[in-house]
């Protein structure tokens, strides 16, 4: 128990260092892209260099790139808040089920959004085109297809130890 304990600690800065990554880089690019430097948007190649993009499209692009982030972050506290329950020794408990499923749904939910904004990318860039928007671009990616796969392994992990410490406490009543 005092090496499960040990790992935790071990691991909780390693979490608070990779969500303060997570951060900066996935969602600077997000917001670099769509509100920071606007000219990285008519740079891009489905955006004709001559469009005129309004503000509102660029807000609303950027909460649509923020959205996988955002879900990916819930995973991230989510695991932080596991591995502190895990630290203070609380294994086998309803709590730990509970976010390793919250965590997997999270995951997977960052996932799919992934996806689906890489897919909607060549859309939202050249939405405002004299020529129209671009179809989107459907593609297989697997690091998006990884944190679906992923997070639906940590659901099922939670799953079963709650299922786990359900029996186990239907049998305490027998003995």
């Given at each position: 128990?005092?090496?499960?304990?040990?790992?935790?600690?071990?691991?909780?800065?390693?979490?608070?260092?990779?969500?303060?990554?997570?951060?900066?880089?996935?969602?600077?690019?997000?917001?670099?892209?769509?509100?920071?430097?606007?000219?990285?948007?008519?740079?891009?190649?489905?955006?004709?260099?001559?469009?005129?993009?309004?503000?509102?499209?660029?807000?609303?692009?950027?909460?649509?790139?923020?959205?996988?982030?955002?879900?990916?972050?819930?995973?991230?506290?989510?695991?932080?808040?596991?591995?502190?329950?895990?630290?203070?020794?609380v294994l086998f408990d309803e709590r730990i089920a509970r976010g390793f499923r919250v965590a997997g749904v999270a995951t997977a939910v960052s996932g799919i959004l992934g996806m689906a904004i890489s897919w909607l990318r060549p859309t939202?860039?050249?939405?405002?085109?004299?020529?129209?928007?671009?179809?989107?671009?459907?593609?297989?990616?697997?690091?998006?297809?990884?944190?679906?796969?992923?997070?639906?392994?940590?659901?099922?992990?939670?799953?079963?130890?709650?299922?786990?410490?359900?029996?186990?406490?239907?049998?305490?009543?027998?003995?």
């Amino acid at each position: 128990m005092n090496r499960i304990q040990l790992m935790a600690t071990a691991l909780l800065p390693v979490m608070g260092v990779f969500c303060l990554f997570y951060v900066i880089f996935t969602g600077h690019d997000a917001l670099d892209l769509a509100i920071l430097t606007p000219e990285r948007w008519l740079e891009s190649r489905y955006a004709h260099p001559q469009a005129q993009i309004p503000q509102s499209t660029r807000i609303i692009a950027a909460f649509a790139m923020l959205s996988p982030v955002i879900a990916g972050l819930v995973a991230v506290f989510m695991a932080i808040y596991v591995l502190n329950l895990v630290r203070q020794g609380v294994l086998f408990d309803e709590r730990i089920a509970r976010g390793f499923r919250v965590a997997g749904v999270a995951t997977a939910v960052s996932g799919i959004l992934g996806m689906a904004i890489s897919w909607l990318r060549p859309t939202i860039l050249s939405w405002h085109n004299q020529g129209g928007a671009r179809a989107p671009d459907l593609f297989f990616h697997s690091d998006t297809a990884g944190l679906i796969v992923c997070g639906a392994m940590f659901w099922l992990v939670g799953w079963i130890m709650r299922e786990a410490k359900r029996i186990a406490d239907d049998n305490e009543g027998f003995v």
